[in-house]
């Protein structure tokens, strides 16, 4: 009785393990681990290659029983776009502090009494701010979604950061559609004075004044006229892949909108990056730059200093002209 | 929290924005106008109403400078209309609380449309605001206000548009309340008194034989 009862638990314990001793004592140990670890592995295998098959279900890709690129998909974003993202991100800000910390902003000669150039008319401010205040919408909603199961999960938990990503998101797809009218109206005021004129690569030369050496240029410097033409080619692709991904249930196939996003991805921080630097020189960077784009004006020096080609008759703006009662703000 | 914001203070904003619209209504009717001792050579009703009608039209002669204005103005309001009215939300809660009828709601593409029109108007109206030198100069803390509560409560009411989470219907509906309070004490009242400026002025240049 005793021996039967010994014998029973052995067995109980070496049968589950008696085909693994076996296959190690042949030596097909290896080959299990890497093909036959599972009888049906292959089987599987098969079935993610993504091969077609015959389903009653109608609908793109509805005769895939697994489509193996969402996972691609997934790995490219988490492992790629959202920590390269943030180092390229990180990287600008911190070179943008460190050039900021040894040069200093960017100071004119303030003649006193001070006189006013019109540098930007009502409506080309109201459209550079409808643009900004739009992409800064998009651009933190996007980052929320990206990179807000990271940072904001351990702040607001789950829960909280479930109600934040679906707001974001609304908000994101409802902004979206504005973001391109607003990029359309700024294409079209600003295009004008933003073509290559001659003496542009000069001041690019001479980095644009920020290595000594004074720079010329016109109303536009050859720096602001490359950040707009990154706008139009960044903010294109953003609109056009935004639009796929905003109208994802028009029987869009899964490849696209993965190519969509990517590119969504890819281009909205990029844009984010760039922008950190218009941001910089438009405010501490160069002193005097804001007040242009917030009541319209500069002061002359401002102008003889960044722009000293730039003549407020050759403006964009048709009122321009030199305004020495102009609001002092 | 969200008990409070749907109970008692719904109830407080409602009460505070009806008395307090009607209240400056009744003030406003009770200064009455001064006696025209003028012989009537008009209608005085036709000109109320011609003037009412007749404004919501802009004036060609000022198209030309105001067509931003006119522009940005007109997506704003129509786009708030339809969504004030038409959003299949909206018209539920009128018919469950409020009138015991309803009416056919706008599609989900035409929500997401008349919000996008409603918020680029409202926007570029407010941007126009404190771009402009003149109109600059005019605003007070209270067209910011305005603008601010209209556009919270307009953007709490998109992010809640799926219901996804109570808790952004109930931040929707805290946005609405505070405007609602607010309302009766700003320029918001436009949305009530416009007709008896309009119609004021309508009537007294209709009288005189005039349009207004």
């Known amino acids: ?329 | 929290m969200s008990d409070f914001i749907l109970g008692p203070f719904w109830n407080f904003a409602v009460i505070v924005f009806t008395a307090g619209v009607v209240g400056r209504i009744a003030m406003i009717l009770m200064c009455g106008l001064s006696k025209d001792l003028a012989a009537a050579r008009g209608s005085s009703v036709k000109g109320a109403a011609g003037t009412i009608a007749r404004r919501f039209f802009p004036r060609k002669e000022t198209i030309r400078s105001n067509r931003f204005h006119i522009i940005a103005g007109y997506m704003f309001h129509i786009g708030l209309l339809a969504l004030l009215f038409f959003a299949a939300p909206h018209v539920q809660f009128l018919k469950n609380h409020l009138l015991g009828f309803g009416w056919p709601a706008m599609p989900h593409w035409a929500f997401i449309l008349s919000a996008e029109i409603a918020f680029a108007g409202l926007i570029l109206l407010w941007l126009r605001r404190v771009m402009h030198p003149v109109t600059r100069l005019l605003t007070r803390l209270d067209d910011h206000l305005a603008a601010w509560l209209t556009f919270f409560a307009m953007v709490t009411g998109c992010l809640a548009l799926f219901e996804s989470f109570a808790g952004l219907r109930v931040l929707h509906v805290l946005g609405v309340e505070l405007l609602m309070i607010y309302f009766p004490f700003s320029n918001l009242m436009h949305a009530f008194t416009f007709f008896l400026s309009r119609g004021a002025s309508g009537a007294r240049a209709g009288r005189h034989g005039v349009k207004a």
Not at chain 1, 43 to 69: C, H, K, M, Q
Not at chain 1, 114 to 135: D, G, M, P
Not at chain 1, 152 to 170: N, V
């Open chain 1, 1 to 329: 009785m005793i021996w039967a009862g010994v014998l029973l638990l052995l067995g109980t314990f070496t049968l589950p393990v008696l085909p693994y001793l076996w296959a190690s004592a042949s030596n097909d140990i290896a080959s299990l681990d890497t093909v036959q670890n599972n009888p049906r592995a292959n089987f599987w295998r098969n079935v993610r290659t993504g091969t077609a098959g015959y389903s009653a279900v109608g609908g793109p890709e509805a005769n895939v029983l697994i489509n193996n690129d969402g996972q691609n998909w997934r790995q490219f974003r988490m492992r790629l776009l959202a920590p390269y993202g943030s180092y390229l991100m990180g990287a600008v800000l911190f070179t943008i502090a460190i050039f900021y910390a040894l040069r200093g902003p960017v100071q004119h000669l303030s003649n006193e009494p001070k006189e006013l150039l019109l540098r930007f008319s009502v409506y080309q401010r109201v459209v550079h701010w409808f643009t900004a205040i739009l992409f800064w919408i998009l651009a933190l909603t996007g980052l929320i979604l990206l990179y807000g199961r990271f940072v904001l999960i351990p702040l607001f938990g789950s829960s909280g950061f479930a109600l934040t990503a679906s707001a974001s998101k609304e908000a994101h797809n409802l902004f979206g559609p504005i973001f391109i009218v607003a990029l359309f109206l700024l294409v079209i005021e600003y295009a004008r004075d933003n073509f290559y004129r001659k003496g542009d690569l000069s001041w690019l030369i001479k980095g644009g004044g920020m290595l000594g050496k004074h720079a010329s240029a016109g109303r536009f410097n050859f720096g602001e006229k490359i950040w707009f033409w990154l706008v139009l080619l960044l903010g294109t692709i953003i609109s056009f892949s935004g639009i796929i991904l905003d109208f994802a249930n028009l029987n869009f196939d899964r490849n696209t909108l993965e190519l969509a996003h990517v590119l969504h991805g890819i281009a909205a921080i990029l844009f984010i990056s760039v922008s950190f630097g218009h941001i910089y020189l438009g405010t501490i960077g160069t002193k005097g730059t804001l007040r242009g784009m917030t009541t319209g004006y500069v002061e002359q020096a401002w102008a003889e200093l960044h722009h000293d080609k730039w003549r407020p008759d050759d403006g964009a703006t048709p009122e321009a002209s030199r305004v020495p009662g102009a609001p002092n703000e």
